[in-house]
Structure formats: C-alpha cells, structure tokens
C-alpha cells in the first residue's frame, strides 16, 4: 500500500496532485491544501534563490513578474493605510520585500517601514538604489534585534516556505497585541482549480511549495495565535480589473475544458501544464 504524505497543517492525509520532473505535490484530504514533498533541501533552495531576483540576461527572471507585483503596491499600501490612518510613526515589517519597493511606497505616506528578504541581490538593491532600510537574513535569526512592529506585510511570499508555521510564529512575536498581518497568496481547490485541477499558475515547485485553500489558509493562522480579521478570495487593485478577471479565468477555463473533452483527454486539461491563471487572496489577521 502507497503511504502518502500527511499535511503540516492540518496532520491530514494526502493524495497526489500531479509529479513535474523530480517534484511531487499532493493536497491535503482535510483542509485542501496542497503541498511538495518531499520539500527540497536547504542547499537546493538556497542555490534556486541566489538567482531569483536577477535579471534574466543574468540567469534570473523576476523581472517577468516584477512589473505587475510594483503596480499591485500602491493598492496594498492603501490597504494598510485603511487600518492604520495615523499612519505617522508606526512600524511595519515587510517581509520577503524583495527589492524594497513596497516599502518605499509605505515610508512615502508616513510608515516607519523596513524590509527583511533571504535575498542579498535583492537587499543590495534596497538599500543602495531605493535607499531603504532592508536586511538579508531570516526572520527567526534577526527578530531580536528589530522590536516590534504594529504591522506586518507578507506579499507574495508564504507559498515558498518550507515550514510556514513556524514562519507565522515568528511574525506573531515581532507584532504588538492588536497589530495585523497582511499576507496575499495564489487560492489553491477554489472554482478556477477545481475546473482545471493542479494546472492554474500556483502549481509551481520548487518556487512555490505550498498552494493554500482559503480553509488551510485559516487553519495555518489560527494554530499560531492570529484571529482573520478579512479574506478577500479575488484581490484586485481595482474594481475594473477584478470583473475583467473573473470573465477572462472563467472563459479559459471553460474553454480548456470544452478542448480536453473534445481531445478525449482523461487526466485533466493538459497533463502537467500551468497556465496563467489563478485568483490570489488577500488576508488580514491580527494578533489579539
């Protein structure tokens, strides 16, 4: 008998969502959540990120997606902005802030804000080009020395962690009673994945190991303390953009499938292929 993995979320068990080369993702039979196992090791990831935020002409590519993270921040710092409108004076805490445009955006209306990324290429732009304050390490190693922080931002981030509990932990002790986490994350076993299952953009190792279901996304939180204050399951910088999504990941979605039924195809839309689909969301916790 084939023993799966079980979910360090939720300790339930697992079945097979798709195998891409030498990586293997299942999703959690509990809370729906899917996961790689097993997770690459330190070196592996380590080797993986020490190229991320390159460009691509230097054996990189974030800037494929840069441009559309960079147009995303002037929303989420409004969003921030909302729950702290005094917002002189108050920390905050970017984590995984890449090349530190978010937080420049964040001390441009009044935050105390700074950066921690795993990156050194990223810090290093940070902090000489936007002239940010930003440290490359890992939060469980360098939390001491920061103090604490009325709130914490976590763009993009969570789904490429090894252990996001502990991840969780450690931002809930840097947060003051009352501070909020504000975190986005692609929404694994929703309506656009159920109708193309394990092929939506979020299904991705070894860049993303974790795809949360809105459930393991509760679930992940609240073992480690926080209280959901919102969960937005379709986040958008705007109105326009969040209509026009909901129509184009629909049509796509029908349309893939009407093209697999009339090919005959029986294990999913495309074996083994993602496309650029996929609703992120946006949640807000805090620590009570």
């Known amino acids: 008998m084939t023993i799966h993995p079980v979910c360090k979320i939720c300790c339930g068990s697992s079945s097979p969502v798709f195998v891409a080369g030498e990586y293997r993702m299942y999703i959690c039979s509990n ?33 494929l997606f840069e441009d559309r993270m960079n147009a995303d921040f002037p ?97 809930f002790s840097v947060l003051r009673p009352g501070g909020r986490l504000f975190l986005d994350t692609g929404v694994g076993d929703d309506w656009l994945d159920r109708c193309l299952p394990g092929h939506v953009q979020w299904y991705d190792p070894p860049q993303h190991l974790l795809v949360f279901s809105t459930t393991g996304m509760r679930r992940a939180l609240e073992l480690t303390g926080f209280r959901v204050v919102d969960i937005d399951t379709n986040f958008e910088r705007s109105k326009i953009r969040r209509l026009i999504k909901i129509i184009r990941n ?15 195809l029986k294990s999913g839309p495309f074996a083994f292929t993602r496309f650029p689909l996929g609703n992120l969301m946006s949640i807000v916790a805090e620590r009570p």
């Open 75 to 171: 929303a989420k710092a409004r969003l921030v902005r909302r729950f702290f409108p005094d917002g002189a004076g108050r920390r905050l805490l970017d984590l995984g802030c890449g090349k530190g445009f978010f937080i420049k955006h964040c001390r441009d209306i009044g935050l105390d804000a700074l950066g921690v990324d795993l990156s050194k290429s990223a810090i290093e732009f940070a902090t000489n080009n936007l002239r940010v304050p930003a440290i490359a390490g890992r939060l469980s190693e360098v939390k001491d020395t920061l103090g604490l922080f009325e709130a914490v931002t976590f763009w993009a981030t969570i789904e490429h962690l090894p252990d996001p509990i502990q991840t969780l932990s450690d931002i």
């Open 250 to 264: 629909g049509s796509c979605a029908i349309g893939l499938r009407l093209v697999s039924s009339a090919a005959g």
């Open 31 to 63: 809370c729906r959540t899917s996961f790689v196992s097993p997770i690459p090791s330190d070196s592996e990831l380590a080797e993986f990120y020490s190229k991320f935020h390159l460009l691509l002409d230097e054996g990189g590519g974030y800037e």
